[in-house]
């Protein structure tokens, strides 16, 4: 999975990977939105583009999840193609490439679905591949991120906003929050103990998280009848 030839370097890209896709129109915003965006297909991620009748700046995967007529579509795409038998997902392949490129700032789309298995594997990257880029998970209702504390975050999150707080790694030590419905202090969240820290919600304009030791995924839920 190693990409030999050395090429220009992409600073900033959306991945759009083989998951679901409720809100279209949320998605032709984003494109639109990030304008200065690499937009890189990852195999099935390749039908959004043709729904939205948009072009991606590349194409990578070994195809298998894209019907004929879209490949046609888009013959003239620049594209980075693997085998099907293989031992790593094609998002992985697209987070290696961008690693490669020195990609600072990533957004995966497409990376929560049906298969529960590419659901985690894919939180699992997300964690592999944020020690050197920042990179966030982003839906329709989502937005992840992971962080290696000891770590102190100052957000701005609309009153009502809903979050969570999920260990990575065996447990998280010294949880302090501020700003939510339940406030925190020096709190320790085991790992199999994940739902102690869901659906915590903000109660003011400003928020302060603070995490003395672990791995962390912050999950920002979008309320959608809001």
């Not at 007529?69 to 987070?95: G, H, M, N, Q, Y």
């Not at 592999?128 to 504390?149: C, G, P, Q, T």
């Amino acid at each position: 999975m190693s990409f030999l030839r050395r090429e220009s370097p992409i600073k900033k890209a959306i991945i759009f990977a083989n998951a679901t896709y409720e809100d279209l129109n949320f998605y032709e915003k984003l494109i639109d939105k990030h304008k200065n965006y690499t937009l890189i297909a990852v195999d099935g991620g390749l039908n959004l583009f043709y729904k939205l009748k948009k072009k991606p700046d590349l194409i990578i995967g070994d195809l298998d999840s894209v019907d004929k007529k879209v490949l046609k579509k888009f013959k003239k795409i620049k594209r980075k193609t693997f085998p099907e038998i293989k031992d790593f997902t094609d998002t992985r392949s697209a987070l290696e490439y961008l690693q490669k490129s020195g990609c600072k700032k990533v957004i995966m789309t497409g990376v929560w679905g049906n298969r529960i298995d590419h659901s985690l594997a894919n939180i699992s990257l997300l964690e592999r591949f944020s020690k050197k880029m920042d990179i966030s998970l982003l839906n329709e209702h989502n937005k992840a991120k992971v962080y290696f504390a000891p770590v102190e975050l100052d957000l701005h999150l609309k009153k009502g906003t809903t979050c969570s707080l999920l260990a990575l790694n065996e447990e998280l030590r010294g949880i302090s929050l501020e700003g939510f419905f339940y406030p925190l202090e020096k709190f320790d969240l085991k790992r199999i103990d994940a739902d102690r820290c869901v659906s915590n919600v903000a109660v003011k304009n400003k928020q302060k998280i603070k995490i003395e030791s672990g791995t962390v995924l912050l999950d920002i839920i979008k309320d959608p009848d809001k």
